[in-house]
């Protein structure tokens, strides 16, 4: 958990119940960029869409939070919230879109680095591109452990599946990345 | 748990959500079973890929823009009152402030190691005699070792160390260790001095040791390594095999089976510890004072199970000291079919790797050595493919 999570206690949630801006302004500044992350890669790599994402997870949670009963931890709450506003604007981007047609994240293939200390970039990117590519039942549980740095038993509530299935997906998720990225399996690239 | 294969649990392996035993469970079946291992080298790469997604920062006006729209809503929700007010925008300051701190520091330190956990991930430290010391805290029962940390034992402690949830290393008096990393794909020490034995259940590669003259490169095993204030360091293997690395050069040690190493040559040849103190006498001088006027008194004294140094000294000597070795290790174990005099004093790696095949029945038949066929073979797959890095990385 980073040092501002820890200012996230029950007053402050209970502040924002009751509608305080400020206490909501903490929140937000403590989970804005984790929350950006995942839209960001749930929508392709497509920021503006992410900007409207993010901003409309914050819209909801400002009436929503009043419905939080601590019956579940705030991050678990939190990170529900998010996936589905991220599965709901990806089923509606696909009611827009004919399929396939996302916001491709740029290739990284496309360009050709001169310089070895851009190649980490790059797998950053290629991996940025591959994660884009995912199903949504692969991707999120990804992004809840590497982003959010979530636990499986975690990813699981979140998710509202087993730890199996959390397990498995993780699993799946990882091997179609090697697969799709499997060219980066070269210790040139990773300076080592 | 384990009745087959594990390849659906190995995700949750590398990320430390296995129990303890049935951690052990994975890496033993991992070891013995190819289908297994090969599935884990691709989900590791998986692991490593996914790692180096970075957490991306929310713009700056998103806060600017949500504000009218909270505004809009805030009609209709009580206002807070005054106490939590004040308090939350004290919070709200401190917190802008922290984060803004925290963020720079983040993504300082996520330009370097992108590797989520990294930096945050700690070793559980057990005060075994004596006060061991982390930076400059003495520890009375436990501690934590943080990346970056050094533990350090004088004359009267010692320490053990828990591997993240593969193993355990035990830290000697006098010796100062340093955790460089530990995620999921990758656990390294640097013991810069003394002594520490290692016990590891995890699947080849996973634990590394550096040390000033050579990598120890874990391959399923227990050990002991220690190293001088020079440098130089001994290596004993006492079950399972450990791989000793720098640049170029390379060797395997097998259970039963010591290798030393010196700053600025790397790791010297393997040899079985129970072979004659002359034979070692002369491998010493051939691999650090490259003087090989002891090679007919070593090639005299070599056992079949010599062969083990026999092997790792074809590439190590030239010509006609090369011819000798061969026709030494002919002697014992004559090449199997396919495998030539001329390719193997040309040094073919195919040839060498299939020799080196039909020599493993002699390495491991003899008392010291009680290593099962399946962890040799895990062993000399991940030699091949080190192989084939070392040449990828070497310069053209």
Known sequence: ?192 | MFFGHVTKDISAYCHGELSSEDSKQFAEHIISCARCRSKFEEVKLGIKLAEQLPQLSAPDHLWRDLEPLLAKQTSSVRSGSGFWTWRVQLAAAAAVLLIAGVGGLWLYNNSRTPAIGTAKSAWQVKRLDGTPRIGSEGISNNGELGVGEWLETDGRSRAQIAVSSIGNVEIDENTRVRLLETHATEHRLELARGKMSARIWAPPRLFFVDTPSAVAADLGCAYTLEVDDHGASLLHVTSGWVALELKDRESMVPAGAACETRPGIGPGTPYFEDSPAAFREALKKIDFDNDSTGLSLLLDQARPRDTLTLWHLLARVNGADRVRVYDKMAAFVPPPPGVTREGVLQLDQQMLETWRHALESTWMGGGGSKVPKPIADAYFKVKNGLSRRLKEMAPK
């Open chain 1, 1 to 192: 958990m980073m040092v501002a999570e820890q200012l996230i206690d029950e007053g402050v949630i209970e502040a924002c119940q009751q509608g305080d801006r400020a206490a909501f302004q903490l929140l937000f500044e403590t989970y804005k960029d984790k929350v950006f992350s995942i839209a960001v890669y749930s929508s392709g790599g497509d920021r503006a869409v992410a900007d409207d994402v993010t901003q409309q997870i914050f819209l909801k949670l400002f009436t929503a939070i009043r419905q939080f009963r601590g019956d579940s931890e705030f991050t678990t709450w939190l990170y529900r919230l998010v996936v589905n506003a991220c599965l709901d604007e990806r089923r509606r981007r696909r009611r827009l879109l004919p399929w396939g047609e996302t916001v491709a994240m740029r290739n990284p293939g496309d360009k050709k680095p001169q310089e070895k200390q851009y190649a980490r970039l790059e797998v950053q990117e290629a991996v940025q591109a591959a994660i884009g590519e995912l199903k949504p039942k692969f991707r999120l549980p990804i992004l809840l452990k590497y982003i959010e740095g979530l636990s499986y038993d975690e990813i699981a509530s979140v998710m509202g599946c087993s730890k199996g299935t959390v397990a498995s997906r993780l699993n799946r998720g990882h091997s179609q990345l090697a697969k799709r990225l499997s060219h980066l399996n070269n210790p040139a690239v990773w300076g080592d």
